[in-house]
């Protein structure tokens, strides 16, 4: 028996109480053991099996495998069997991951994560939120169709699956519902793939050509390669989809068949249409809706001016720089900070025409202080290793971090140049409170903060929150 396999000996029956940020349940353990637990609801009496269950660790962590006592908002079916707990159990598998709240109806999950925002804003951020989580316009009823991006990994033999949380266990699968129409129709967990480590799908909301990206495992041999090349090539020109591959070896991306990327584009009121480039491995926002709704939101937020100066950190391939470099017009500047080769390369590319825009590539801390905080916590020296980017005066800062939030350093060199309005675009709770708790010492005020359900049948939830400085 492997590690993952059902295991009643290590089985318990447990109230669950509450949510706690990350997607899981809280509960305790007949001796008070905090255990966290997936796939459950607040009041329900469940059978868990543990999955983490150390003599000395601080907390349990189980997933739900039988419900005794079900909660009024659970669904009467999980939009994806696959990453459904309890059939899976009664199937001896385990559920994939990606689709950790699909036992509950929408209205509930919304509730779930309006509840753990508020409550890291309380603790982390002394912030009474009274917010809710809005779904997008054009939700679908059951939180389905909207992943314009996918990733699978694959088996050694070439078949592509999911991995259960926490379990390098990969599963294949045979669906994926929260994939938008156009993935669902490609089905590219049917492909069978040796020699690659992983696909990437992508298919804009656009309906413009979508790209799957195949990264190769370490060392293949050429007729390996040659091989699933001519397979794809040949399936990409069949169904009208771009194809490039990479290897660990060779940081070159090869295009097997049509575009080397994929072409994104939203309408803004009154401005046109705006288009972007994004490459294989470049950040986009998955939902299909939520390049419109994010950028409607940090443009209301920032309410910028034209001929004002606006930075945009963690810009990605430049989707709130295009949209912020519209506002201020030519009269204006947008100063763009991506840390990402690709990604900044894209957005470089996209903002090319824009002659008032300057888009930089590096670590956002480095190049606002010239510090690179990652390496001084592991200890290498203090001292400015090299001269920091002069970036321009602003008067709005939009700042979208990756999960982590954002760098001390960076929160110190925002309050510093003194912008009007700080923008601040989140997609973990825990790091906005933090974040937005250490800029309320600095003599900031949030004013708003809106949140929006960009991921349905998951715990993950994005939230745009505005700051002014505190007269
Ligand atoms: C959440 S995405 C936001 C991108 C963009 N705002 C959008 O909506 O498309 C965060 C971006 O920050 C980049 N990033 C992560 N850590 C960074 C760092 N320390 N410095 C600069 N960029 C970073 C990632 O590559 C990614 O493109």
């Not at 999980?78 to 990453?83: E, F, I, L, R, V």
């Not at 840390?339 to 824009?354: F, K, Q, Y």
Request: proline share 7%.
């Amino acid at each position: 028996m492997t590690e993952d396999q059902p295991d009643t000996a290590h089985e318990l029956t447990l109230r669950l109480t509450g949510v706690a940020h990350g997607g899981h349940m809280v509960s305790r353990s007949p001796e008070g053991r905090v255990v966290f637990v997936r796939h459950g609801a607040p009041g329900e009496l469940v059978r868990v099996r543990l999955t983490d269950q150390g003599e000395d660790a601080k907390f349990w962590r189980g997933d739900v495998v039988e419900v005794l006592e079900p909660s009024a908002d659970r669904r009467e079916r999980h939009p994806w069997a696959a990453a459904d707990a309890v059939s899976a159990a009664q199937e001896g598998r385990l559920p994939v991951g990606g689709a950790e709240f699909g036992h509950l109806t929408l209205e509930a999950q919304r509730e779930l994560k309006r509840s753990v925002i508020a409550e890291q804003l309380d603790h982390l951020a002394g912030i009474d939120w009274r917010g809710q989580v809005a779904a997008l316009e054009g939700e679908s009823a059951d939180g389905t169709g909207w992943r314009t991006r996918l990733h699978l990994n694959v088996t050694e033999d070439g078949t592509a699956g999911m991995y259960p949380h926490r379990s390098n266990d990969l599963i294949p699968i045979t669906d994926m519902p929260l994939a938008t129409p156009a993935i669902q129709e490609l089905a590219p967990w049917q492909l069978s793939v040796p020699g690659a480590a992983r696909l990437d799908m992508a298919a804009p909301a656009n309906g413009s050509q979508p790209l799957l990206h195949v990264s190769l495992r370490p060392r293949q041999d050429p007729d390996t390669v040659s091989a699933l090349r001519r397979r794809l090539a040949e399936w990409g020109s069949e169904h009208e989809v771009s194809v490039t591959a990479q290897s660990p070896e060779d940081r070159e991306i090869q295009t097997w068949a049509g575009e080397p990327s994929v072409r994104e584009t939203l309408d803004l009121p009154g401005e046109g249409q705006l288009t972007w480039r994004v490459s294989p491995t470049g950040f986009w926002q998955i939902h299909r809706g939520a390049p419109q709704a994010l950028v409607d939101a940090v443009l209301t937020a920032a309410q910028i001016q034209p001929g004002e100066t606006v930075w945009d950190l963690y810009s990605g391939a430049g989707l709130f720089t295009a949209a912020a470099a519209r506002a201020v017009g030519t009269e204006g500047q947008v100063f763009a900070v991506e840390g990402s080769p690709v990604t900044s390369a894209d957005a470089r590319d996209n903002l090319s025409e824009a002659k008032h825009v300057r888009v930089t590539r590096g670590d956002v801390a480095r190049i606002l202080t010239g510090r690179n905080p990652a390496r001084r916590r592991h200890g290498a020296s203090r001292g400015q290793k090299r001269p920091a980017v002069r970036a321009p005066e602003p008067h709005v800062v939009i700042l979208d971090p990756p999960r982590s939030g954002a760098a001390k350093e960076v929160l110190a060199a925002i309050d510093a140049a003194e912008p009007h309005t700080i923008v601040y675009v989140a997609c973990d709770p825990a790091a906005l409170g933090r974040d937005l708790g250490r800029l309320s010492r600095r003599g900031w005020k949030v004013t708003n903060i809106k949140a929006f359900d960009l991921y349905p049948n998951t715990h993950h939830v994005e939230a745009v929150a505005v700051l002014r400085r505190n007269e």
